[in-house]
């Protein structure tokens, strides 16, 4: 019941941004509402590996971002939701499919002390969605997940800063097992050189189940950043993982190059998990990089490849995923997206010898979007906007160490 509450209290705060569409320029209020419309050719509609079925879908998803913003303090919601309509599958339509609401908030108390939250709800009939670390498909059931997080970002000095943030998630999926997952994050980083910047970090992480086990882990990281240089920076984070008796090692890195038009990025994981639905926490790997580029002003690209490997009580799961996007600005408030995924996934963390199917997504659409007023000279360069950047790109989980000559 409280994360219904707090599911619609969430939307309706956020509908109310509609008001604010009068409201002049200058006015720190704004409200900006949006309209995708797209078809999209799904091959294999209920992730089966022995009879796939194909379909055609309508897939219509209005949305509304509001918020205040000011020197001080920034406040962003933002909710909408998918209506689908099946060509071959009428008993699957649905006027919302698919829902969110998310609510950001961050104050600048002082000049050395940032606060800041993030809380999200998500309803979907695609359970996958839930669990990207694994890449995992779990067939076609409601699924639910409730998140919140409050961080503390303290500046020591111009060379050393430290984080604390606690995370909250609630997953609920229909016919299976609910859980909740508590983590505490203590982080610390401090500039060592104009070009290496050191990290150290202690989580304390706590898995509950609605079956009654409970999973605790606590796990130590230690590492950096290096600029090689300014266009190019790796950060590597590693240490050991004590869960209930065992020590397993946790592994963050990744590779960053900016290039003239565009960004690519190479990420590896190694962590731990829960998977929504099961008891018990999965041990994930994932490779995957990343390439967005603009071709002019009107037109980018994103591919997006990736490796996903876990495992769960003796069971093993692999997925590849590859995924393409395009985004093109016709007008000004007008684009026009595309996007092709395949999966590959062999295995499953649900039943031995399961799993092994393949998928190939096709979407193209219509997005009628105006100008966000936090976008950076929304005057002169309108977003491009591509499948994965209609919700905005995601809030940083932890914010990076500010320079004196930053400020």
Not at 325 to 330: D, F
């Amino acid at each position: 019941m409280g994360i219904r509450m707090l599911r619609r209290a969430a939307g309706r705060l956020i509908l109310v941004g509609g008001a604010f569409l009068s409201l002049p320029a200058q006015s720190d209020l704004y409200a900006t509402p949006s309209l995708a419309v797209a078809e999209i050719y799904d091959d294999n509609l209920f992730f089966s590996s022995s009879a796939p079925q194909e379909d055609r879908i309508l897939r219509l998803s209005p949305a509304i971002d509001a918020g205040y913003r000011s020197a001080p303090m920034t406040v962003h919601g933002r909710y909408t939701f998918d209506a689908e309509r099946y060509a071959r599958h009428p008993e699957l339509d649905d006027n919302q499919v698919r829902e969110h609401t998310a609510l950001d908030f961050r104050y600048e108390a002082t000049r050395l002390l940032t606060l800041s939250a993030d809380a999200s709800y998500l309803k979907t009939q695609t359970p996958g969605e839930l669990t990207p670390e694994t890449g995992l498909e779990f067939g076609r059931a409601r699924a639910e997940r409730f998140f919140f997080s409050p961080s503390l970002v303290y500046q020591f000095d111009r060379l050393t800063a430290g984080t604390t943030t606690y995370r909250f998630t609630r997953d609920k999926l229909a016919g299976g097992i609910g859980s909740d997952t508590h983590i505490a994050m203590f982080d610390l980083d401090r500039r060592i050189t104009s070009r290496d910047t050191a990290s150290f970090g202690y989580r304390f992480e706590q898995f509950r189940f609605d079956a009654g086990d409970t999973v605790t882990a606590h796990v130590l990281l230690v590492g950096g950043t290096r600029e090689f240089t300014p266009r190019t920076a790796a950060t590597v984070l590693a240490g050991p993982r004590f869960s209930d008796g065992s020590t397993d090692p946790e592994v963050s890195a990744s590779l960053f190059h900016k290039l003239d038009q565009g960004v690519l990025g190479l990420a590896y994981t190694r962590s731990e998990t829960t998977v929504i639905g099961r008891t018990g926490t999965a041990t994930t790997e994932t490779l995957g990089a990343t390439l967005a580029y603009s071709l002019g002003s009107s037109i980018e690209i994103r591919a997006a490849p990736s490796f996903l490997s876990s495992t769960l009580g003796g069971l093993q799961a692999n997925v590849f995923i590859m995924n393409l996007e395009v985004g093109y600005r016709i007008a000004r408030t007008l684009t026009l997206i595309g996007s092709y995924e395949f999966s590959s996934q062999h295995g499953s963390l649900t039943a031995p010898g399961g799993g092994e199917f393949t998928r190939n997504v096709v979407l193209l659409g219509l997005v009628i979007a105006a100008p966000r007023r936090t976008d950076p000279d929304p005057e002169s360069r309108p977003r491009v906007l591509t499948p994965s950047t209609l919700g905005g790109e995601p809030p940083p989980t932890r914010t990076r160490l500010k320079l004196e000559e930053e400020r």
